[in-house]
């Protein structure tokens, strides 16, 4: 019913606890053509809702054409970013595609998120991009791993999620990969 699909390992962040090794795009990622069959056989199966993810789906220059394709069969699409670089010319790109909703990643207050992402600057780019998609009209969250260094910023963060535009909250425990 709900497929979470990395459609790239493109990033443009070094986050301390990438289970997928995130960075450079695999060597033979699906092309467009393969992922729009994809998007076909999801169709086909029932799929309801589709999380695209990578690394950095924006990354993909045919990510739009992917949600295109995703919406066009009714189903729900979102996606689940860093926002390091989702830029509001992606970011209205996306939503004329018809992406309904984001998971931005946060992982605690400025200095941690950025030491945890591996780039200094990824906590302010993540928060203005959770209030651009909320003032966008996206269904907006956000994620966090947790792990003894993040529950002090926990209180913190909650009340700057909120005020950035979250509706909801994802904790997740790290686990070292």
Not at 77 to 101: D, E, S, W
Not at 132 to 147: D, P
Not at 148 to 165: R, Y
Request: charged content about 20%; some cysteine.
């Amino acid at each position: 019913m709900h497929v979470v699909w990395e459609i790239t390992l493109a990033c443009d962040l070094k986050c301390l606890h990438c289970g997928s090794r995130a960075g450079l795009r695999r060597p033979h990622e699906l092309s467009t053509a393969e992922c729009l069959d994809v998007v076909e056989h999801l169709a086909r199966l029932g799929t309801r809702e589709v999380s695209l993810i990578g690394g950095e789906a924006y990354l993909r220059s045919d990510w739009t054409r992917i949600v295109r394709a995703i919406r066009s069969h009714g189903m729900y699409c979102a996606i689940q970013t860093g926002g390091r670089n989702l830029t509001p010319k992606r970011m209205a790109a996306a939503v004329a595609a018809g992406l309904q909703g984001i998971l931005v990643s946060i992982d605690g207050m400025e200095a941690l998120h950025d030491r945890l992402r591996g780039v200094r600057g990824s906590f302010a780019r993540a928060l203005g991009t959770l209030r651009r998609a909320k003032a966008a009209g996206l269904k907006t969250g956000v994620n966090t791993q947790i792990g003894s260094q993040t529950m002090a910023d926990l209180p913190a963060l909650m009340d700057t999620i909120i005020a950035a535009g979250a509706t909801h909250w994802q904790i997740q425990i790290t686990d070292a990969m």
